[in-house]
């Protein structure tokens, strides 16, 4: 959990894509971007990031009769918690995102695209909230399972992975990334993905990160894996599903350069057959590959949606 209090973070970006729109569920006042009409989306961003990320898919997917959903997740500004300290385990992340369907869409089942930490809440989402889900379309992240499986038995993904360890630390994480000015964000950045600049991007990213609470709200999303300190014991049962074999048609895309493609194969046994698992790899993409290659995704997210 963290109790860091909300500071004054910078004004929601002037967009032409998406209107910003606010509910509050779970004692949280969500912020999101709204786009389009037609059948539901909802796109869930990752780590260090947020909704704009989503600029490519809002455009593109809004012009093809859908309407579109992105939301700054729980410890994401310009959402903000109304009280502290405040929890950002998988199990209240999946319940935020099943209380966002309840309001948005009145409860009836949506599809899912998520990247990154939004790759990790969808596959808690579809284990605990299956009824919710028409189809999903994850990216960049294996399933929570298949990820503790692989690092058990090999060095080289502990390596690409040794974020996850240093944010267990307390406080130094979030001194490095302060004292740096945010320059480890955009180190992360880099190192998934090479051949990529995104500068403009990643530098509102920094600036909206440093100027609130989301350094420290953020750090407990990885924090509360593996401490239970961190997890809301209110949300155990649904923490307790969140890992369920996923019956949901499910399609999952990572990038040529990341080494996680490598986890895709080995985690058709977390799928039930009706789910009919897919996964394929976007030849020259890193990590953030739907900004990396967003023509080429955006073709994969269509098809699978209307499929």
């Not at 947020?50 to 410890?75: C, D, K, M, T, V």
């Not at 060095?155 to 360890?165: I, K, L, T």
């Amino acid at each position: 959990m963290s109790t860091q209090p909300q500071s004054v973070v910078p004004a929601p970006r002037d967009i032409d894509y998406a209107e910003h729109r606010r509910v509050e569920v779970n004692g949280v006042h969500y912020v999101y971007l709204a786009a389009g009409s037609g059948d539901t989306v909802f796109l869930l961003h990752g780590y260090p990031d947020n909704a704009y990320s989503w600029e490519h898919q809002l455009r593109y997917l809004s012009e093809r009769g859908f309407r579109l959903i992105a939301p700054f997740l729980r410890g994401y500004s310009p959402t903000t918690v109304k009280q502290r300290p405040a929890f950002f385990d998988r199990g209240t992340l999946a319940c935020d995102i099943a209380a966002l369907i309840d309001a948005l869409n009145d409860g009836k089942p949506i599809f899912l695209v998520g990247q990154d930490w939004g790759a990790a809440i969808s596959y808690g989402v579809l284990g605990a909230f299956a009824d919710k889900i028409r189809r999903a379309m994850i990216l960049a992240v294996p399933h929570p399972v298949e990820i503790q499986r692989t690092l058990r038995r090999s060095p080289r993904h502990v390596v690409r992975s040794f974020h996850w360890f240093l944010f267990q630390l307390p406080w130094l994480p979030e001194r490095l990334i302060r004292i740096s000015k945010g320059g480890f964000l955009r180190f992360l950045w880099r190192l998934w993905s090479p051949d990529f600049r995104d500068q403009e991007h990643v530098a509102a990213i920094v600036k909206t990160q440093l100027a609130g609470s989301d350094v420290e709200d953020s750090l407990a999303y990885y924090r509360a894996v593996t401490q239970k300190a961190y997890r809301d014991p209110n949300c155990a049962a649904v923490f307790d599903r969140l890992n369920d074999p996923i019956r949901t048609p499910t399609r999952v895309l990572c990038g040529s350069h990341d080494m996680r493609k490598e986890m895709l194969p080995r985690q058709a046994d977390l799928f039930l057959p009706e789910a009919d698992y897919q996964h394929a790899l976007i030849a020259g993409a890193g990590h953030f590959l739907h900004r990396e290659k967003p023509d080429v995704v955006n073709a994969e997210i269509l098809a699978w949606l209307r499929r």
